[in-house]
């Protein structure tokens, strides 16, 4: 089965610091993807990446910075971080074609920013 | 841009009993699929179907693209199918930018 797996699980930062959670996929897909999800709002596209080397702006990339240095690992960066970025973010990795576009998930990381 | 709508927003079932949820889309999605998050937190896929219906054990996928909707049958409910239903469309052909709806909260009581 694919494998995406995601660390730290849990994250608890101050405002202001520098925050990284880091995403790896052991399916050879192409592309990866950073949600985030909070109550009410479902889940929302923060940034994606076609293939190594390349991040893409995704719904709400603001306050994130994204890095793809292999085709294994994705990367979310939070620069500066905010209270308003405490959430539950989840990793996914998949492709598409005729077939679709199924997405295979981490199992989320949970960042509470102080 | 891409709005997805899911209804109910939350229900309570006696085991056995049947569900439908409803997703409904604002413009043509050449590409929708329906995803379950465990309680737990784990997302994972049930149904790739941009058109027609599909089965697979007690569930089914109806979507009727040139209405813009899709639902989601889930026959004799158990406690395990309690959880959160979510239908995702693609943003626009081959994206892969893809728009959540906000989803359906499943509560099966024994």
């Known amino acids: 089965e694919a494998a995406v797996t995601q660390s730290p699980r849990n994250k608890v930062a101050v405002t202001g610091g520098k925050v990284t959670l880091s995403c790896n996929q052991t399916n050879n897909h192409n592309n990866m993807y950073w949600y985030r999800q909070d109550t009410g709002h479902g889940l929302r596209l923060i940034h994606y990446s076609y293939g190594a080397g390349s991040t893409e702006k995704g719904d709400i990339p603001d306050g994130y910075k994204a890095s793809r240095p292999s085709q294994e690992n994705f990367s979310l960066i939070l620069e500066l971080a905010t209270p308003s970025q405490t959430s539950v973010y989840f990793c996914?990795?998949?492709?598409?074609?005729?077939?679709?576009?199924?997405?295979?998930f981490g199992p989320g990381t949970r960042l509470t920013v102080l | 841009g891409q709005q997805v709508q899911q209804s109910p927003a939350s229900l309570v079932l006696q085991e056995g009993e049947n569900a439908e949820l409803q997703c409904n889309f604002s413009s043509t999605a050449t590409r929708l699929q329906w995803f379950y998050q465990h309680p737990g937190g784990r997302l994972v896929s049930l149904f790739y179907n941009p058109s027609g219906t599909k089965h697979t054990g007690r569930l089914t996928s109806t979507t009727v693209t040139n209405e813009r909707r899709s639902s989601l049958h889930i026959s004799s409910s158990q406690t395990t199918d309690s959880g959160t239903y979510f239908c995702a469309i693609e943003r626009s052909s081959n994206t892969n930018k893809v728009v959540f709806g906000t989803g359906t909260r499943l509560q099966v009581l024994p």
């Open positions: 996914a990795s998949g492709d598409s074609g005729l077939g679709g576009f199924e997405q295979y």
